[in-house]
Nanobody, 124 residues
Framework: VQLQASGGGLVQAGGSLRLSCAASGLTFSSRVVSWFRQAPGKEREFVAA???????TYADTVKGRFTISRDNAKNAVYLQMINLKPEDTAVYYC???????????????????WGQGTLVTVSS
């Protein structure tokens, strides 16, 4: 069971990046899949989630700038990020839900499978 996050890098403020999360040994289609991020010295925080139905949820800090999507045929989930800001700098993790409800969708404890993370650095 493995989640592989990729697509991070160094970008200037206002730029864009697209993160990918590929799964092997498990499927995404039947679960909620989310992105979290952790900046240096800070706790891991919720970024975005996509449900089985395709419904999406976003943190207020990224709403309107980030878009989460999934491709069940490729067993992958994506995070398109535009208008990036220095405060978006963090390691981004994808996670597959284990016991996710609408009330727990933003809690890291509701997710059982995690990728290794990909670093996004936004310079000012």
């Amino acid at each position: 069971v493995q989640l592989q996050a990729s697509g991070g890098g160094l970008v200037q403020a206002g730029g864009s990046l697209r993160l990918s999360c590929a799964a092997s040994g498990l499927t995404f289609s039947s679960r909620v899949v989310s992105w979290f991020r952790q900046a240096p010295g800070k706790e891991r925080e919720f970024v975005a989630a996509i449900q089985r139905s395709g419904s999406t949820t976003y943190a207020d800090t990224v709403k309107g700038r980030f878009t989460i999507s999934r491709d069940n045929a490729k067993n992958a989930v994506y995070l398109q990020m535009i208008n990036l800001k220095p405060e978006d700098t963090a390691v981004y993790y994808c996670a597959r839900g284990q016991s996710v409800t609408l009330s727990t969708i933003s809690r890291s404890t509701a997710y059982g499978d995690w990728g290794q993370g990909t670093l996004v650095t936004v310079s000012s």
